[in-house]
């Protein structure tokens, strides 16, 4: 069964850190693109983040650059993202993703998806 599991989520104080798991089961990495999105309180899913594993690089939305980073265990057959200095305003649900174009940040272009883990940033 091709799913992916998120992990890692939790309470932080702003400037915190954390970081997110995301493993796939079901299939491997090769070949597709990962990417990360978040859905805070009374917004939009917006995707922040994404890796191929064909070459490793890393793409962010600006909201998040230099904060976090995002990279890839072939071995382990997961995607993590570590992320830094949080803020308040980083309080959301956070997903992964499975997808195919490179580089891309929109959800349309994702097809499976995880159950979605918490993060919540407040002192």
């Known amino acids: 069964q091709v799913q992916l599991v998120e992990s890692g989520g939790g309470l932080v104080q702003p400037g915190g850190s954390l970081e997110l798991s995301c493993a796939a089961h079901?299939?491997?990495?090769?070949?597709?693109?990962i990417g990360w999105f978040r859905q805070a309180p009374g917004k939009e899913r917006e995707g922040i983040s994404c890796?191929?594993?064909?070459?490793?690089?890393?793409y962010y939305v600006d909201s998040v650059k230099g904060r976090f980073t995002i990279s890839i265990d072939n071995a382990k057959n997961t995607v993590y993202l570590q992320m830094n200095n949080l803020k308040p305003q980083d309080t959301a649900i956070y997903y992964c993703?499975?997808?195919?174009?490179?580089?891309?940040?929109?959800?349309?272009?994702?097809?499976?998806w995880g159950q979605g883990t918490q993060v919540t940033v407040s002192s």
């Open positions: 079901g299939f491997t990495l090769e070949g597709y693109s």
């Open positions: 890796i191929t594993s064909t070459d490793g690089i890393g």
């Open positions: 993703a499975r997808g195919f174009r490179v580089g891309s940040l929109f959800q349309e272009e994702y097809e499976t």
